[in-house]
């Protein structure tokens, strides 16, 4: 009897009409994620946007809970820990004399040259209100967004180090695309030697570093920061050191604590194009392809008087800019 | 006015919808990120099929396309995927839960392994073909295989902590 209702119950036209509706509705959401991405995380902005945030009184007792245990756990593990951090404070007394004489020594110097700091690195500072739940995709949410003044692209870091960068925003949440995701792609600069090299996420804790042009130069422990060739990271900000892998393959070891992500920092970046359309890329903006064709030197005038030349000075230089 | 069974039913139905809101909350907690090394099981997909095989009531269509949307969004997944992929497998069980009902839960469990894996792989197809990036293999695999492994516990919590028992044919409006 029960059975014949639920079979009759299923085949029911208006229910099968549903089921193929709802189908075509999400089929639809999956080309439209596919085709129009920037639209689609938009649309996932905004729903992140709204959840998220009405949550935190729900997630607020889970996290501290989950925190409690995360700390039992390190609890367990005094005695080593303590071992350890008393070999660290040791080096770091070391340290530290070297950074004060550094800093007296980079005072002096700046003072010679008579060098500003760079205004423009100021920050917002967020929190971790979530990850991203899949051990497939990197990245985290922070509790700050477009109403705090962030925008798409703006690079993120802990204390220490670069954690990732905006990609997506909502009104009062922003994703941070960790470096370590699969999608996310560096340029940084190897010091000593100065090689430029890109860091590119491959879901594991330490991402590769790919396209270094004499690998012969670089040892481990070398320190990578970020060289701002693509105009979305500020140049300069510490990524971590290099580890050399058993495949002899260069990755990453982060300076930022990855395992416990909880303030970050959202560094200004006023160079940073927003993402609008589907077609435009991020970075610095392209220079304008018709200035110089109007500039260039005509070939009909064998030796261009001093103006023209100084004018197209002028305009690569307000191109470069 | 409700007569028991209906109400029955709606207190399964929150229970459901509560069971798979408090595991979304809890996956995307920001507790560390784990490196993928440990494969998690996806509780929420084993809760849906555990359940449309036993009280096909209890977890509505409208449910499942809901929840699937919402943690698609939460969880940085392709839009849709996943909630079209439950749908689909959903669907497919309820069409079946007559015969499986029927049968031991050796038999249940080899449905549930088969219509997991059918899952996997038609979402590697479906990012296939649309050119998408996918995670490595390895990995989604051993996630299918956790996720089938985690399915008789969570039955058991399902039907001795909650008390969702299977419809058979024995008692037909046992629901």
């Keep these: 009897m029960a059975r014949d209702r639920h079979e009759e119950n299923l085949a029911h036209p208006m229910r099968r009409l549903l089921v193929i509706l709802l189908i075509i509705f999400l089929l639809g959401l999956i080309l439209l994620w596919r085709i129009d991405n920037p639209r689609a995380e938009r649309i996932r902005a905004a729903v992140v946007d709204r959840i998220v945030p009405n949550m935190e009184w729900a997630m607020a007792p889970v996290t501290g809970l989950g925190r409690m245990v995360d700390d039992f756990q390190s609890y367990a593990r005094l005695y080593e820990q303590n071992e350890q951090l008393r070999r660290e404070l040791q080096q770091m007394r070391a340290w530290r004399e070297a950074a004060i004489q550094l800093e007296q020594e980079n005072a002096r110097l700046l003072d010679l040259n008579r060098v500003q700091p760079d205004p423009s690195l100021t920050w917002i500072s967020g929190i971790v209100l979530a990850d991203s739940g899949s051990p497939f995709r990197r990245s985290v949410l922070l509790n700050v967004g477009a109403r705090d003044g962030v925008e798409d692209g703006w690079a993120a870091m802990d204390g220490l180090g670069l954690v990732g960068r905006i990609a997506g925003l909502g009104e009062r949440t922003a994703r941070v695309l960790l470096v370590t995701d699969t999608n996310s792609r560096v340029p940084v600069v190897i010091q000593p030697s100065g090689q430029q090299a890109l860091l590119s996420g491959d879901n594991s804790t330490a991402p590769l570093i790919e396209f270094i042009e004499t690998p012969e130069d670089i040892a481990a422990g070398d320190r990578i920061v970020t060289s701002g060739a693509d105009g979305l990271y500020p140049a300069g900000l510490l990524v971590g050191q290099i580890v050399i892998d058993p495949d002899r393959a260069f990755r990453a070891r982060l300076a930022a604590d990855f395992g416990r992500l909880s303030f970050l920092r959202v560094m200004r970046n006023p160079d940073v194009v927003p993402l609008n359309d589907s077609d435009t890329l991020i970075g610095p903006p392209l220079p304008d392809p018709v200035t110089p064709e109007l500039n260039a030197p005509d070939p009909t005038v064998s030796d261009p008087t001093p103006e023209a030349a100084e004018t197209s000075a002028d305009n690569t230089g307000t191109d470069g800019t | ?175």
């Design chain 2, 1 to 175: 006015m409700t007569d028991p069974l209906t109400a029955r039913i709606w207190l399964f139905r929150s229970y459901y919808l509560t069971l798979c809101l408090f595991v979304m909350i809890w996956k995307i907690l920001p507790l560390g990120i784990d490196d993928g090394a440990i494969p998690v099981p996806n509780l929420i997909m084993a809760l849906t099929f555990a359940w449309v095989l036993r009280q096909p009531n209890t977890v509505p269509l409208g449910a499942i396309a809901f929840i699937f949307l919402t943690n698609d969004f939460l969880t940085h997944a392709p839009v849709g995927l996943g909630a079209l992929i439950m749908v689909l497998a959903s669907e497919r069980l309820r069409r079946l839960q007559p015969e499986i009902s029927n049968m031991t839960f050796l038999g249940e469990f080899g449905m549930v392994t088969g219509t997991i894996a059918l899952c996997t792989l038609a979402e590697r197809v479906i990012l296939g073909v649309l050119l998408a990036e996918q995670a490595p293999f390895l990995q989604v695999a051993l996630h299918a295989i956790v996720t089938i492994a985690c399915y008789p516990v969570v039955v058991v919590i399902s039907k001795y902590l909650l008390g969702l028992d299977r419809l058979n044919a024995a008692d037909p409006d046992n629901v």
